[in-house]
């Protein structure tokens, strides 16, 4: 069987693995570390990886996973294709900001005006459906089935209508958002939409770099 190998694809396969959540994003010195590999190895191995779309590589020369390798998730038995892929939208955005990002589940249309929940009327309700929590001190702190405030449920209501990233600030963060899948609503019934939310202090992040980092992750995502 050795003779079936290919030297270049393994060595393309260790460097993917060198990703992992605790480092999803690495330098060219890193990669060099963990893989034993020479510079100019990586360099030629990662171009290629790039053109694919399995490795994206920012203005910094810092190299994160590609969008391309979420669409093989649905293939791997016993993973839910689309958790893995939102996860991983989740993950690259945290990686990108160091602050928390989420997927926020939406209601909206007309029934969403007066949905009682745990005994409670809860206009333009949003719950926290996947989160990757920032590791800063001082953070937007998350946890998944956690409603929301209104005031952030408001933006998420905006970016919904519009179609846009939303930014906006509330209770001391800053928060940008852009709805990812949008179902058509009936006059009766409510239909969830899934909203990704970047949200931080306001004293450590301001609006035009919440914006930025949101664009920037939604070209990546596509």
Not at 163 to 186: D, F, K, R
Request: proline residues 5%; charged residues 20%; glycine residues 8%.
């Amino acid at each position: 069987m050795a003779n079936q190998r290919v030297e270049a694809v393994e060595r393309a396969l260790t460097l993917l693995e060198a990703f992992t959540p605790e480092t999803p994003r690495l330098t060219l010195n890193e990669l060099a570390q963990a893989s034993g590999f020479y510079k100019s190895t990586i360099l030629r191995l990662m171009g290629s990886l790039e053109h694919f779309g399995y490795v994206t590589r920012d203005s910094h020369g810092i190299y994160a996973i590609g969008a391309a390798l979420g669409r093989f998730a649905e293939l791997a038995p016993g993973l839910d294709a689309r958790e893995t892929l939102q996860r991983g939208w989740l993950a690259r955005l945290h990686a990108a900001s160091g602050e928390t990002a989420s997927l926020m589940l939406v209601e909206h249309g007309p029934a969403a005006q007066a949905r009682p929940v745990e005994g409670l009327t809860r206009p333009r309700q949003a719950i926290c459906r996947y989160v990757r929590v920032s590791e800063a001190p001082l953070r937007h702190q998350l946890e998944e089935g956690e409603w929301i405030e209104e005031a952030l449920s408001a933006l998420l209501h905006h970016c919904i209508d519009s179609g846009e990233i939303e930014v906006g600030e509330a209770a001391g963060l800053t928060v940008a958002a852009l709805a990812v899948s949008v179902a058509p609503h009936h006059d009766e019934g409510l239909a969830p939409a899934e909203v990704i939310m970047l949200s931080g202090p306001s004293a450590r992040l301001t609006p035009g770099q919440a914006r930025q980092l949101m664009q920037e992750w939604q070209q990546s995502a596509r």
